[in-house]
C-alpha cells in the first residue's frame, strides 16, 4: 500500500484533539488494569481463544492469573489476524515498551513482569489517559450504585436502567430497589416516584444520560396505570425467593411501562436517551463470561418510531448491533431531529464496519447529529487502540472523501473530525 501522507498527517492531528467518551464500562474507583490478566481478561480475548479452541477451565477464578495469561498467549497464534490482537499489540507496544514483531507465550513473563512494574505506579491512571488522548469518560452506573469514591469531573455518571425495565419481576431486584429508594415499587404509581428519585439522584451526581440495551423483539408502547398495576400484580404473585414464573406477556407489559416512564423522565429531566438495540442474551449458552450475546437481524427501528414520535425534545442516541443495520440508523438520524448516531457498537467494531458505516453516515447524516465513537471498554487501557483505529479511519476518510475532492479544507475537515470527536458530545450532553 502506497502511504498516504495526508492521512498520516491528519492522523496525528486527530490525536491531539481531546477525547470525550460518551460509553464505557469502567470501574472509576479502580480504572486501570491492575496486571496482564485484567487486560487479558477482556471478554474479547478469552470470546476468541475460546472459540479457536481453548477450554473454559483457565479461566476458573482458581486458576493462577500469571498462568492464565499464559495460556490465553499461547493461543494467540490462532487469532493473531484480528482487530482484537492488534489492539493488545499496541498495548504492549505503547504502555508496556515491547519492540518485538508478535506476541506469544515466550513473551508471557517479560509481559506480566513489566504490566506489574508500571501498572502499579501511582500515577498510572494519569499517564494512560494523558497518552490516550483522553479527557473525560462516561460510566455505566446500576441504579443502586452509590456514585462516590471518584472524581466527577473525570468520570461522568449515566444511568443504565437494564435490571430495571427488563428484570423487575425477579425479587433480588425489587430488594436492591427498595433500598436504593425507600419505595415499594408494587404500583405504577408508587413506580413512577422511584424512578424521580433515582432520576434526581443522578442528576444530582452529575449525570448525563440515561442508558438501555434492547433486545431484538422489544417494541416499546405506553401502558396505561391500570394494566401496569395488574401486571406488577401478577409479577409478585409470581415469585418465589429466587425467581419468577410471570408469563413473557406480563413480563412485557412491566417492561414498556418502566421504559415508557423513562423517556418520561429523560423529557423531564432534559437528559439523553441511549438506546443499544439489538442483542439477543445467551444465544451460546455454553461461552465465556460475557461471550454468549449476539445479534438478531430481525431487528428493525421501526419498533421505535412511536417513541421518537412521542418524544420530540428527548434525544435518542442510538447505537446499533449490526453493521448490516447501519443504513436504517443512518436514515432515521436523516429524518428525525431527536435521533443520533452514536458510535459503532460491540460486533461492528472491527475496520471494515467502521470504515464502511463512518462514511455512509458522513454522507448522509447532518455532522452535528453525530456521535463519533466510544470505547466501550473496562480498563482505561484500551481507550488508545480503540479510539486509534476509529481516528485512522476517519483520517482516511477525510483525506479521501473531503479534502482531495476539494469538499472541505484541511482546516474544515479538522472541523469536522472535532465534532465526532469531542464536540457533539460536549453539546447534545451538555458536558
Not at 42 to 50: G, N, P, Q, V
Not at 59 to 72: C, F, G, K, M, N
Not at 102 to 126: H, I, K, N, V, Y
Not at 370 to 384: A, H, V
Amino acid at each position: 500500500m502506497v502511504h498516504d501522507s495526508l492521512a498520516q498527517e491528519l492522523f496525528q492531528e486527530l490525536c491531539a484533539i481531546p477525547l470525550i467518551d460518551p460509553h464505557s464500562h469502567i470501574d472509576p474507583r479502580q480504572p486501570t488494569a491492575r496486571n496482564l490478566d485484567d487486560i487479558l481478561g477482556y471478554h474479547y480475548y478469552t470470546e476468541l481463544a475460546h472459540s479457536a479452541g481453548m477450554s473454559q477451565a483457565p479461566l476458573a477464578p482458581t486458576v493462577d492469573p500469571r498462568e492464565r495469561v499464559r495460556t490465553i498467549l499461547s493461543f494467540m497464534d490462532r487469532f493473531d489476524n484480528t482487530a482484537q490482537y492488534s489492539w493488545f499489540l499496541e498495548i504492549a507496544r505503547t504502555f508496556l515498551g515491547f519492540q518485538g514483531e508478535r506476541l506469544g507465550p515466550s513473551d508471557a513473563d517479560w509481559l506480566w513482569e513489566q504490566a506489574e512494574r508500571l501498572m502499579t505506579q501511582p500515577d498510572w491512571e494519569t499517564q494512560v489517559l494523558q497518552r490516550s488522548g483522553i479527557e473525560k469518560v462516561f460510566l455505566t452506573n446500576d441504579f443502586d450504585d452509590p456514585l462516590e469514591g471518584f472524581d466527577p469531573t473525570r468520570y461522568l455518571p449515566c444511568l443504565r436502567t437494564d435490571d430495571l425495565v427488563f428484570h423487575l419481576d425477579r425479587p433480588d431486584v425489587r430488594q436492591r430497589l427498595l433500598r436504593a429508594t425507600g419505595i415499594d415499587a408494587s404500583s405504577a404509581a408508587a413506580l413512577r416516584q422511584v424512578i424521580t428519585r433515582l432520576f434526581e439522584r443522578f442528576v444530582a451526581r452529575g449525570a448525563r444520560a440515561c442508558a438501555i440495551s434492547l433486545p431484538p423483539d422489544f417494541t416499546p408502547v405506553p401502558i396505561a396505570d391500570a394494566d401496569l398495576d395488574r401486571a406488577l400484580i401478577d409479577v409478585v404473585r409470581s415469585n418465589t425467593a429466587t425467581s419468577s414464573s410471570a408469563s413473557p406477556a406480563v413480563k412485557a407489559r412491566v417492561a414498556c411501562g418502566i421504559f415508557w416512564m423513562l423517556a418520561e423522565h429523560c423529557r423531564t429531566f432534559q437528559l439523553p436517551f441511549d438506546l443499544m438495540i439489538g442483542v439477543h442474551r445467551k444465544v451460546y449458552r455454553g461461552g465465556v463470561f460475557q461471550g454468549q450475546d449476539l445479534f438478531d437481524q430481525r431487528t428493525s427501528l421501526i419498533q421505535y418510531g412511536e417513541l421518537f414520535n412521542t418524544f420530540p425534545e428527548v434525544l435518542f442516541p442510538l447505537s446499533v448491533l449490526t453493521s448490516s443495520q447501519n443504513q436504517e440508523l443512518a436514515s432515521f438520524a436523516w429524518i428525525f431531529p431527536n435521533v443520533l448516531t452514536n458510535g459503532h457498537w460491540w460486533y461492528s467494531n472491527i475496520p471494515v464496519y467502521l470504515e464502511r458505516d463512518t462514511r455512509a453516515r458522513l454522507q448522509a447524516v447532518p455532522k452535528t447529529k453525530q456521535i463519533g465513537y466510544y470505547s466501550d471498554m473496562y480498563k482505561l487501557e484500551f481507550g488508545l487502540p480503540k479510539f486509534n483505529m476509529y481516528r485512522r479511519i476517519l483520517a482516511r476518510i477525510l483525506a479521501d472523501d473531503f479534502i482531495r475532492p476539494g469538499i472541505y479544507t484541511h482546516a474544515q475537515a479538522l472541523d469536522l473530525a472535532r465534532l465526532l470527536l469531542r464536540d457533539n458530545v460536549r453539546t447534545h450532553f451538555k458536558v
